[in-house]
């Protein structure tokens, strides 16, 4: 094939660019795909500890991408000494398995959250979101006081639950699929990815915890906060050995 | 005219657009070239000695370049090189040099490390970073916490205990501070009674009949505040309840107000609303000789004894 007859034809010249610039992204992607320690295992007594979010964090999540959190937030403690002193333990794959899109990322104007999940009270993370400076008076991150003030839309949960079960999380909807999530995840656990009973576990969630600190109403702010309390307490890393994970690489 | 002749020596592709545009076809530098075969040597060798194929549900895991170390449990681990095992080592390479240290640490008493240089010096110096990734978000980069938030760390009064093993137990298990709300069970008035009762104990000037009937109300079975702040309103450590007798304030501003009307409003709100403050548990973020620095820190920041 002569070098005229690709550059005098867009068609042919697509084509044989996509083939050429796809190898790359092959190369390094597909084997991920056969490899036994692409997502480690992690189970404690035969169950899967990292679980789909219930109803009231999978709102949160989606709260936390529509206001951008990951613009300036990662989900994603690199190897690194510095990381594992200020963040904890390395974030697991496993971790974001149910994550769509994932929150990994590579720039951080604020610290990163793939551990937040209990090292604040609610208390503060609601004063922390509803006006940043008022506890941290250096920090540069603006406020969010409307997710006190919106009410938490949730009328459409089994929709986005059934969204992302077709794309692989595991929330059930049949009696069979109810019964895998018990053997997987254990009853408790289960009956929370129920996508019948969402809107139940929803509202019981956000009544009991009560994370805006307001027992009236279900704002915004109970979901996000339920979702920012849960990131990354899934792994009890006092359950394995010390470098464990590191096999799976 | 020379710049053209040159031109006419150098080879093109042979396209010519739009009548006499071209394009040269010179050769790459040598050195770029010589780079660039030097990097695909480079990947051959690296292939050679770091993970780099895969092969089935496998890969090739590179030879020579193993990575040992001891785990804080005092196992020797030996895997191929990556880096998470990197990690590893590195972290125990710091718990090797700090380890010396941090068994002295470990078999000190608190009195020890404040009057032992080299203890002290270690402690602070660690208790700085712990405590501004861990406790400065809320108590304040210096401890002075939030009034109404999160309290004080650099006084002398504690709601929890002041002494070490409270200190100790409040960071690693937490905290749950509660007082009821009392909107529905006192009226208006009792509200106001009771507000300036507790106004009285801290020798603020109010109305002494009202702190008067106040104080039948917190003694009584209406109120029950003494059931947590004891009959002399002094707090108990164990409850987390506050001292109302001194003049230092975690939750009313009643410093911050300038008018009694505005301390009066303060305290009102508290015993209206009630409280709800939590403090997490760091058992599971710090370890114990961590606990313990911070421990000492946090002693130290309230003018310890």
């Known amino acids: 094939m002569k070098h005229e007859q690709i550059e005098t034809n867009a068609g042919l010249l697509i084509v044989l660019t996509l083939i050429v610039i796809s190898i790359g992204g092959l190369a390094e992607i597909v084997p991920l795909y056969f490899l036994d320690g692409t997502v480690e295992e992690v189970k404690v007594a035969g169950r899967d500890t990292v679980r789909p979010y219930t109803p009231l964090e999978l709102r949160g999540r989606d709260i936390y991408q529509r206001e951008g959190c990951y613009v300036c937030h990662s989900q994603m403690i690199r190897p690194f000494r510095d990381e594992a002193l200020r963040y904890g333990h390395y974030s697991l794959a496993a971790e974001s398995k149910y994550d769509h899109p994932f929150q990994w990322g590579s720039k951080r104007t604020g610290p990163d959250l793939a551990r937040v999940g209990g090292k604040y009270s609610n208390q503060w993370h609601v004063q922390h979101l509803y006006d940043p400076r008022s506890v941290v008076p250096e920090s540069i991150m603006p406020g969010y006081p409307w997710l006190l003030k919106n009410n938490l839309a949730y009328k459409d949960i089994n929709g986005r639950m059934r969204a992302l079960k077709a794309v692989g999380v595991p929330y059930s909807e049949t009696q069979v699929e109810y019964d895998a999530n018990v053997q997987r995840f254990g009853r408790e656990a289960a009956d929370l990815l129920d996508i019948h009973s969402a809107e139940h576990n929803l509202l019981s969630q956000a009544q009991s915890s009560n994370y805006d600190g307001n027992g009236d109403t279900i704002t915004e702010m109970d979901a996000l906060v339920a979702y920012l309390q849960v990131l990354g307490t899934m792994v009890d890393f006092s359950k394995f050995d010390e470098g464990h994970f590191a096999k799976y690489r | 005219m020379k710049k053209d002749s040159h031109k006419q020596s150098v080879q093109t592709t042979g396209h010519a657009w739009d009548g006499d545009l071209q394009e040269f076809n010179n050769p790459l530098p040598r050195w770029w070239l010589w780079g660039f075969y030097g ?59 700090q380890q010396q240290f941090l068994d002295e640490l470990k078999g000190a008493s608190y009195a020890d490390i404040r009057t032992d240089q080299r203890k002290s010096a270690f402690a602070y110096s660690m208790a700085k970073v712990l405590y501004a990734d861990n406790c400065a978000a809320c108590h304040q980069a210096g401890g002075a916490g939030k009034v109404g938030m999160y309290p004080n760390l650099a006084d002398d009064a504690w709601l929890w205990g002041g002494n070490f093993a409270r200190i100790e137990e409040t960071i690693r298990d937490g905290r749950n501070g509660y007082m009821p709300a009392f909107r529905k069970s006192l009226d208006e008035t009792q509200l106001a009674e009771v507000t300036d009762y507790v106004l009285s104990l801290s020798g603020h000037a109010v109305d002494v009949q009202a702190a008067a009937r106040g104080k039948d109300i917190f003694n009584g079975q209406d109120g029950g505040c003494h059931l947590c702040h004891t009959s002399e309103a002094t707090g108990m450590v164990s409850l987390g309840s506050a001292n109302l007798t001194d003049s230092v304030w975690t939750i009313a501003d009643v410093p911050g107000q300038g008018d009694i009307e505005g301390k009066r409003r303060a305290v009102r709100e508290v015993i209206e609303h009630g409280v709800s403050r939590q403090m997490p548990g760091w058992a599971g973020r710090l370890n114990e000789a961590e606990i313990k620095i911070l421990t000492f820190y946090v002693r130290e920041l309230g003018g310890g004894a």
Request: net charge negative; charged share 20%; aromatic share 16%.
């Open chain 2, 39 to 97: 990097t695909a040597v480079f990947a051959v060798i690296y292939w050679v000695f770091f993970p780099a194929w895969p092969f089935g549900t496998g890969f090739t895991t590179g030879v020579l370049n193993d990575i040992t170390y001891t785990t804080a449990d005092g196992r020797e681990v030996t895997r191929h090189w990556n880096t998470r095992s990197l990690l590893d080592k590195e972290m125990a390479q710091a718990r090797s040099d």
